[in-house]
């Protein structure tokens, strides 16, 4: 039996950020590479994690958080940015701000040719989009990308998204 890996320390670090800029929202699409954010965000009492169908609901979830009162931020892969491009256009023209964590498929040790072209396409589609892109690729930087993309999102009411890196990640064999 092949033993557990230990767990990264960077998604805990994510999710002191996200309590220290008052977030209480979380609206996410499952992912392997959220999971540990996810059961977090689920454990606090303070925060509501909502399990999405697709990620641009989730724009349309914390744009009304934003105007009840509340700050969210937006969970997801980067499969799915392109989901989100219309809905997008909401937060920009209105100035709501949106935080989004993007776990990056399509780049290092990707496994499924499926994910490349979004992958590769997803920093340069957000930006055409209008939302701020930074970018997290060792785990001890994620936690201040993340504390400066939600003082940007939340101070300037844009859409910030932080990428979160596949080399971050780990790389997945499924060669064996």
Known sequence: MKPEPPPRLWPGEIYDTLKSV?????????DA????????????????????????EGIAMLSGAWLGGDRGVLLMQSSGVGNCINMLSIVTHCRIPLLMLVT??????????????MGQSTPKVLEAAGVFVQR???ADEVAQVT?????????????VAVLLSQRLLGFKDWSK
């Open 22 to 30: 008052g977030v209480r929202q979380v609206a996410f699409v499952p």
């Open 33 to 56: 590479g959220h999971t540990q954010l996810i059961s977090s965000c689920h454990a606090d009492p303070d925060m509501k994690a909502v399990s999405l169908t697709t990620e641009e």
């Open 136 to 138: 997290a690729d060792a």
């Open 104 to 117: 990056m498929r399509g780049e290092w040790g990707e496994f499924n040719p499926w994910q490349l072209h």
């Open 147 to 159: 504390y400066a993309a939600a003082q940007l999102a939340f101070s300037s009411n844009t859409p």
